[in-house]
């Protein structure tokens, strides 16, 4: 039975640059990977945490290059990408998870899997304690009118890219300067700032992989 459940590799990258892990993605997704056979396509989650980022989608729009030297000069990095979503933070005390899989070892559809994702991460904060995470009409998760986690995916031929970030102990003031992603009159929060007490990274990737595995009926292996 469990022989027929995705097998998922987990790869924890631990802290690095934004592009750094935009590379270690692109290495996994493509290189010695045939998206043609698909049982044999090997499907990883990295866990990781980015040096501080400031990132935008492909619907954010009017972001200026005044606008990009100004989040830099705060000691940021900034960069533009291919996910779906709008300008967020990525920073030490964060999760960000990239959830790598072919989805028809799954099932071949990105509204379930964003859906997926969604659960997942609920999942993990009621582990957490926190019982009344939950989805909104506005993208990621959320405590009440603050969000504790962005999701921004991108898919193609079926290939999962991009993920989440769930902040943990993230310095929330970076978040300041920007309209996290671009929903007026909401602010952030965090597993530390939720629960009272200072969470690590490390203890909700416990959660969150114990979550994963059930959400995604799959097998982990590191």
Same mark, same amino acid.
């Given at each position: 039975?469990s022989?027929s459940?995705?097998?998922v590799?987990?790869?924890?990258a631990? *802290?690095?640059t934004? +592009?750094? #892990? ?10 010695n990977?045939?998206?043609?056979e698909i $049982? ?8 990781? =945490?980015?040096?501080p980022?400031? %990132? ?10 005044a606008d =990009? $030297?100004?989040?830099r ?6 960069? *533009?990408?291919d *996910?779906?979503?709008?300008? %967020?933070f990525h920073?030490?005390g964060q999760?960000? +998870?990239?959830?790598?899989l072919?989805?028809r070892?799954?099932k ?6 964003v859906g997926?994702?969604?659960r997942?991460v ?13 989805t909104?009409?506005? %993208?990621?998760i959320w405590?009440?009118n603050?969000k504790?986690c962005?999701? #921004?995916?991108?898919g193609s031929?079926?290939?999962t %890219?991009?993920g989440i970030g ?7 003031k970076w978040?300041?300067?920007i ?7 909401k #602010? ?6 939720e629960?009272? *007490?200072h969470? =690590?990274i490390? $203890?909700?990737?416990?959660a969150?992989?114990?979550s ?5 009926d799959?097998?982990? $292996?590191?």
């Amino acid at each position: 039975m469990s022989a027929s459940r995705p097998l998922v590799t987990v790869v924890r990258a631990g *802290r690095h640059t934004y +592009a750094a #892990g935009l590379q270690l993605q692109t290495n996994l997704a493509k290189s010695n990977q045939n998206l043609d056979e698909i $049982e044999k396509f090997r499907n990883y989650l990295v866990l990781q =945490e980015h040096d501080p980022v400031y %990132t935008i989608g492909l619907r954010t729009k009017g972001y200026t290059e005044a606008d =990009e $030297e100004r989040l830099r000069k705060l000691g940021a990095d900034f960069h *533009r990408t291919d *996910r779906g979503g709008l300008i %967020t933070f990525h920073g030490p005390g964060q999760l960000v +998870a990239y959830p790598i899989l072919h989805l028809r070892q799954f099932k071949p559809s990105m509204r379930w899997y964003v859906g997926t994702l969604e659960r997942l991460v609920i999942d993990t904060c009621r582990q957490m304690g926190i019982q009344n995470a939950a989805t909104t009409q506005d %993208t990621g998760i959320w405590v009440g009118n603050q969000k504790i986690c962005a999701i #921004g995916v991108h898919g193609s031929r079926y290939v999962t %890219t991009h993920g989440i970030g769930l902040n943990c102990c993230t310095d929330l003031k970076w978040f300041e300067h920007i309209v996290p992603c671009g929903i007026e009159g909401k #602010g952030v929060t965090s597993l530390s700032q939720e629960l009272g *007490r200072h969470v =690590e990274i490390q $203890e909700a990737s416990r959660a969150f992989l114990k979550s994963f595995a059930n959400v995604f009926d799959c097998r982990l $292996e590191e």
